[in-house]
Every structure is written in structure tokens, then in C-alpha cells.
């Protein structure tokens, strides 16, 4: 089997890893700039899988709901790979 070298966006201003995925914290927050947050294939985690990245997105959600006004307690990106056979 052989299968293409992922390569990220190369998002310009912002920090990325050698293979230009974007590096963020447990919460999404993008490392080094303020106020921005990113989840999902877009970002240095090294799975790339749909199920992870909706859980990355939760986490990030969580992470922005306080700004909003509500009432919660950010939890981090605890990846849990799901399938079916």
C-alpha cells in the first residue's frame, strides 16, 4: 500500500508545524496568536478522521462558549477514535 504525504495549508501568519498543518493547544487555540482557534484536518494532529475532528471542534466550542457569556467549563481535546466494522 501507498499513501500521499499529508501537507497542510500553509495558512500564511500563522505557526505551523514542518509539514504546514497549524499547531494548537488542547483547545484549539492556535499557538502564538490571540483569538484565533482552529480544529480539524487543518491542524498538526496527526489523525486525520472525521469523528476527531468534530471532537476537536467541541472542544474549541467549549473553549469560546465563556467569551459568550455562558456558563461552562472548557474541557480539552481528549481524542476517542470510533468505528464500525
Do not use: I, N, Y
Amino acid at each position: 500500500m501507498a499513501l500521499a504525504r499529508p501537507a497542510g495549508p500553509a495558512l500564511p501568519g500563522l505557526p505551523a508545524d514542518t509539514a504546514e498543518f497549524v499547531r494548537v493547544d488542547e483547545h484549539g487555540q492556535v499557538s502564538g496568536v490571540q483569538d484565533v482557534h482552529a480544529a480539524g484536518d487543518v491542524t498538526a494532529w496527526p489523525m486525520k478522521q472525521r469523528g476527531l475532528a468534530a471532537q476537536q471542534a467541541d472542544a474549541v466550542a467549549e473553549s469560546l462558549a465563556p467569551w459568550a457569556g455562558a456558563a461552562v467549563h472548557p474541557t480539552a481535546f481528549r481524542p476517542v477514535l470510533r468505528g464500525v466494522f
